[in-house]
């Protein structure tokens, strides 16, 4: 059968964000695809280096709408670790829950797409509707929807007060029970298992080569996870498990994400419980010290990697941002072969793209 | 029996959304509720100010600006439209002069037009004069 060529994108109704893919079919079949980068490229990691460190913590947290919490987090503590400041409890245990909370938000945004792309449009609606919950108490926390502002270089700009943590104890309940009816609706259906069982499996080894991160590649099996491996505080002292899955198909990249709500929640809940009283911020100095580090924190995605050199002028020398969509988008042609049209959206949908982040 | 729970469930579920209040706001005509550390347009407290300039340094979007003769003769410039409100100028600042409002900021066409002047120093000297 002749091959034909058809380009999705940069704008496309199956994309939510720009990406071009070129694939090349023969009938029903995908035989593979080109994929091209680069149209919200925003020269974030350049602008950095003409701005102050404090301005930087904006700038970083317009990087990404869905994880800007995770990527001023590791600015902040990159730059904190230059400065050699030590930080109250306190600081930790909030960033720590909107990180939390933002992998919940997160995940369900994705379930929801996925949902839709399948269409199962009744699950889109519920996932979005359970996020707007979470979406709601973040707002209501840090005064941001999607650029919530929490972080400063030595702190947190607000603290919880003593509405906060009951509010959160009741979203977390709530979604407890919301989320296990949706566990229920996904687990028996068989619509969602039939469009995603064995669509596009990666084994471990393929993980490896391409160094992917995050729940792709714990679906695939690869056993990785920063909140366990290179802790930042709190993590250290909660107890959560890290979902891995063996298979590394489009259903087990959909149970990993699923789990992972539920052990978010379960974390949620453990950080109101244990939050120590003090301070939210000590004073940091405006000079930041010669000197490198790289710091690596889990995001929604995956690991998120920032290296920052200071030249100890007011701006830093060089900031490099390596997100974990990056290695995510270079397993997509090998993806993208031998499998039906019908699965282009599945596939896409699987591993979660964010462009804003790999393109910066 | 389950399948009896689960169909209450469902009716449970229609009569909630049938009689529940709805979940978006008809805007402007019903008044927004917004979140308590909002941080909508900034304010300045002119007593406190001292045109030190640590919020126009720290500003990602320029959204201010400082004209300085001398120490105490300045004049501070926001624009709202330029503004990420991000909070960044409310932190920068030691004597807690500028702060983020719990309003909506307003929109236009002509940014121009919204321009505020925080402080004039200058003006206020040339008056006096």
Redesign the interface.
Known sequence: MDKMNIPIGPQHPLLKEPLRLNIEISGERVLGGILRLGYVHRGIEKLAQT??Y??????T?RVCGICSHVHTTTFCRAVEALLGLELPERVHYIRALMCEMERIHSHLLWLGILAKHIGLEMVFMHTW?DR?SILDVM??????RV?H?VN?IGGV??DLDEDHGPMVDSTVKKLKVDYEELLDVIEHDTTLKARTQGVAPLSTDDMKRYCVVGPVARASGVDVDMRRDDPMPPYDKLDFQVITHPDGDAWSRTYVRLQEIRQSLHLCKQIIDDIPEGPISVRAPRKVPAGEVVMRSEAPRGELFYYLRSDGSDYPARLKIRTPTLPALGILPEQLSEIHIADIPVVLAGIDLCIACADR | MQWLKKRMRLLLALVEALTGEA?TVSYPKTELEL?????GAIQLDEEKCIGCGLCV?????HGLELEKESKSVYKLTYYPARC?????CE??CHRQAIT?TNQLPGSTTDPESIIVILKDQKEQEDSDE
């Open positions: 701005r102050n404090n301005q930087n913590v904006s700038l947290e509707h707007e707002e209501e926390m840090s005064g941001g650029a502002a400063q700009r607000f | 979940e979140p308590k550390g909002y941080r340094m720290d500003c990602p979007a990420a409100y991000c909070g960044q932190r920068a983020h």
